[in-house]
């Protein structure tokens, strides 16, 4: 145990090192006095609104989130779907890949409601199949809209990508809807897992067995209930919409005679939302953001700052708000726990 969780913190400080590398280099390619310089003229009245929009979204997320765990037996209050989503935005920020926060909120859900495991997930589940099904189609929407403003390989790098997503979309909904082959390929990565730890697997099959059973059960529950997919999924679009529109708006805030064509905004949001994720920190989604407004034509020094600031109004800030609800839910959870074994130990003093 011990070394797994030195190899997990190795793994943290390295990606941690790289996300701060990373943002200091965007810095240095911005030039630091050019950066404040566009800052200092930005109209605060705009990324006032820039940051309630993103304040909005994650109301929506949480509603989102509330309306699909409600689906199930358990009733859950909406703050706390709220606050738990947040926790889930967090960890997702700060980790490699974007999905640590996913089994955090279904882990947390579990322990404050008793909702299972695997239901859990079935519904963060959900919302990332109808964040990709969104951002394929507003990617599909920007980039037939600069198609003729992009040079062939750009145009062809972009569509391939596209189609990627989709086939991976098609890929996991029909895995999500197959027992049977969900069933082996769980088993398949704990026998692995159990060669690596040198650990018996019997007891982690039959765990994995019950989350696989509970996933695809709330999964399948979610399609069934036609008006709530319809619901969420109109939710969704607004989420997306949202984003992209506050990329429109801090470009605007910061420039707005150099805001790029309303394709490259959808483009830029699309590809920040789908593969800023590879680097923790949203320094990653920055540097799309700058890479696809240099395409357009804006100034390195301009794009660069409008990719900072759209981390910095939204990641930056809700990272330490959810990381604060997560060590106090830890907390009630560790006082509930202490409770038990002290009321365990005086009933067995009384016998």
């Known amino acids: 145990m011990a070394e797994d969780a030195r190899g997990v913190s190795i793994r943290t400080v390295v990606v941690g090192i790289l996300s701060i590398v990373l943002l200091i280099g965007m ?7 050019r950066f404040v310089d566009i ?20 109301l929506t997320k949480g509603l989102r989130w509330y309306l699909l765990l409600n689906l199930s037996d358990i009733k859950t209050p909406f703050r706390m779907a709220l606050s738990f989503a947040v926790v889930g ?6 980790t490699p890949g974007r999905v640590a926060g996913e089994p955090v909120r279904a882990y947390l859900i ?22 990709l099904l969104v951002l394929a189609m507003l990617g599909v929407i920007g980039l037939a809209l600069i198609i003729p403003l992009l040079p062939l390989a750009g145009g062809l790098a972009i569509a391939l990508f596209i189609v990627l997503v989709v086939v991976f979309f098609v890929a996991v ?3 999500a809807l197959h027992l049977a ?27 994995a067995s019950d989350i696989t059973s509970n996933f695809s059960e709330g999964f399948r529950s979610i399609l069934r209930s036609r008006r ?21 708006l801090v470009m605007f805030a910061l420039a707005p005679d150099s805001v790029p064509f309303v394709g490259f905004v959808l483009i830029a949001s699309t590809l920040a939302s789908l593969l800023g994720a590879l680097v923790p920190g949203g320094t990653f989604n920055a540097a799309l953001i700058a890479m696809v407004f240099g395409a357009a034509g804006v100034s390195l020094s301009l794009a660069t700052t409008a ?20 060590i106090r839910n830890t907390r009630k959870g560790r006082v509930k726990e202490i409770l038990a074994i002290e009321a365990a130990k005086s009933s067995e003093s009384r016998e």
């Open 173 to 175: 909904v029909y895995l």
């Open 228 to 248: 709530s997919v319809a619901t969420t999924f109109g939710l969704t679009t607004v989420i997306w919409l949202n984003e992209a529109s506050r990329v429109f």
């Open 307 to 326: 990719g900072l600031l759209m981390t910095f109004t939204s990641i930056w800030i809700l990272v330490p708000v959810g990381i604060t609800i997560l």
């Open 181 to 207: 082959m969900l069933d082996r390929l769980s088993h398949w990565f704990v026998r692995v897992a159990s060669r690596i730890t040198k650990r018996p697997s019997l007891k982690w099959e039959k765990a």
């Open 89 to 94: 935005l967090s960890v997702s920020s700060v």
């Open 27 to 33: 810095l240095w390619v911005a030039d630091p006095r």
């Open 39 to 58: 800052l200092s003229q930005a109209s605060l009245g705009i990324l006032g609104l820039v940051l309630l929009l993103y304040f909005l979204n994650v």
């Open 110 to 131: 579990r322990e404050r409601t008793g909702l299972p495991f695997g239901t859990g997930l079935a519904t963060v589940f959900t919302e990332r199949i109808m964040d």
